[in-house]
């Protein structure tokens, strides 16, 4: 039986929506056990199924890595707290990102040899149902060459345990797919992963080409990553509106439509972010993830699923045993 923490409280949706979410996962898991923190009389529908830790507070969305370890009673530093005490498998959070992932390697601390933890989410492809992992997206703003090689090593190891892919094809992001392309950390990491002959890697991979489906795992700086995501949910986010836009213009554009839904309804499916759950904190001394602030029930109950698979899988021992290899 796997245990995992999860602070109900901080999301744009409010604690209804991380409640659904409890309840949805453990309809699919039922063996497994859920210890809920926040503020208890909103997690009353709950109290029969799961361990609940009542917490006043909830950490500013705007609130710093000092700030989050000074509020003590909050929701996100009970959980963290819980989640070592109990030393439970999992742990995972809406609340604010830089606050949790802050405070989450500040107190987990990181895996022997890892110089930093990075953030990692699987992106949707053009081939349903395939996801890409892609890291860092986000938990830096500097990376050497070598964390680009561990970044790497901690992707191989997600994608080969949890999806389940034998020998995932592994890539750089840059601006040109040929070796000497790309900024000085991309072309020495390039030329370290080709001196160590590291399993699977293919080479630079382009920003357009990157969700084609070609792809198991792409590795990036956590600057150009954090980019990346918020460049490919700004262009989701514009077609979408665009093509809702042409079909509502007149009669015809309305029948257009209900001929091509269909299509519309796979690409959608295809697209659809939600069982991804959130982003992996990768590196740290347990398994950490953040669900999206947004999240709904149903894409929460994911963020849950996320966590129960890779603890299951033991990932953070993996990247640990993972990380000692190709020194």
């Not at 990346?228 to 949910?233: R, V, W």
Request: glycine share 10%.
């Amino acid at each position: 039986m796997k245990t995992l923490v999860v602070d109900m409280m901080g999301s744009d949706n409010g604690s209804p929506a991380t409640v659904e979410g409890v309840q949805l996962f453990l309809k699919r898991h039922p063996e497994a056990k859920i210890i809920a923190i926040g503020k208890i009389e909103e997690l009353k529908a709950l109290q029969n199924s799961c361990e609940l830790i009542d917490a006043r507070d909830i950490v500013p969305m705007e609130a710093g890595a000092m700030e989050v370890m000074r509020l003590k009673n909050s929701s996100m530093m009970v959980a963290i707290n819980t989640f070592l005490d109990r030393k439970a498998d999992g742990l995972v959070g809406a609340g604010s990102t830089g606050a949790f992932l802050s405070a989450s390697t500040l107190k987990l601390k990181l895996i022997e040899g890892v110089e930093r933890a990075a953030l990692m989410s699987p992106f949707p492809t053009a081939i349903k149902g395939k996801k890409v992992t892609i890291l860092d997206i986000g938990a830096n703003n500097e990376n050497t060459p070598s964390q680009l090689v561990q970044f790497a090593k901690m992707g191989r190891i997600y994608s080969n345990k949890v999806f389940k892919i034998e020998n995932p094809k592994v890539y750089l992001l840059s601006n040109g797919a040929e070796d000497k392309k790309g900024s000085p950390e991309v072309k020495e990491a390039n030329h370290l992963l080709r001196d160590i002959n590291f399993p699977g890697f293919v080479g630079n991979i382009e920003a357009r080409d990157a969700l084609d489906g070609n792809a198991d795992v792409i590795v990036t700086g956590g600057f150009a990553g954090n980019v990346f995501l918020k460049g490919t949910e700004g262009v989701a986010s514009l077609m979408n509106s665009l093509i809702k836009k042409a079909f509502k213009r007149n009669l015809a554009s309305k029948l257009g439509y209900l001929l091509a839904k269909k299509g519309f309804v796979e690409m959608k499916e295809t697209m659809d972010y939600k069982t991804t759950g959130g982003a992996m904190l990768l590196g740290v001394n347990g398994v950490v993830v953040k669900a999206h602030g947004s999240s709904d029930g149903f894409s929460f109950s994911y963020a849950l699923e996320v966590a129960y698979k890779m603890a299951e899988a033991e990932v953070i021992k993996l990247i640990g045993e993972g990380l000692k290899t190709h020194e």
